[in-house]
Nanobody, 120 residues
Framework: QVQLVESGGGLVQAGGSLRLSCAAS????????MGWYRQAPGETREFVVD???????TYSDSVKGRFTISRDNAKNTNYLQMNSLKPEDTAVYYC??????????????WGQGTQVTVSS
């Protein structure tokens, strides 16, 4: 079993910055990709960013150029630096990872979510 703990959310004015962290713990064999999704009130959860174990990244068009994800494989942790925040970035941000077990199956895990609120 893998647990994800997110931190770093909060309230910030438009144009400001926040840094989210997501640390994985538990019985960890191999983490493939890690990333973030977000869900605004009344909306479906949407993809934000993903980073592979090799460091390749994929960003949604809405955050490209403003958000940067990094990863510390030794600590099973990823960091999301969010700059030039906009009110439309307001959402609950969920950490996500795909964990590959030695028996060949891959399992998806989610964090509990952290609130990011951007005021105009």
């Amino acid at each position: 079993q893998v647990q994800l703990v997110e931190s770093g959310g909060g309230l910030v004015q438009a144009g400001g910055s926040l840094r989210l962290s997501c640390a994985a713990s538990g019985t960890i064999f191999s983490i493939n990709d890690m990333g973030w999704y977000r869900q605004a009130p009344g909306e479906t959860r949407e993809f934000v960013v993903d980073i592979t174990s090799g460091g390749s990244t994929t960003y949604s068009d809405s955050v490209k150029g403003r958000f940067t994800i990094s990863r510390d494989n030794a600590k099973n942790t990823n960091y999301l630096q969010m700059n030039s925040l906009k009110p439309e970035d307001t959402a609950v941000y969920y950490c996500h990872l795909n964990h590959k077990a030695p028996w060949g199956l891959t399992y998806a895990y989610w964090g509990q979510g952290t609130q990011v609120t951007v005021s105009s």
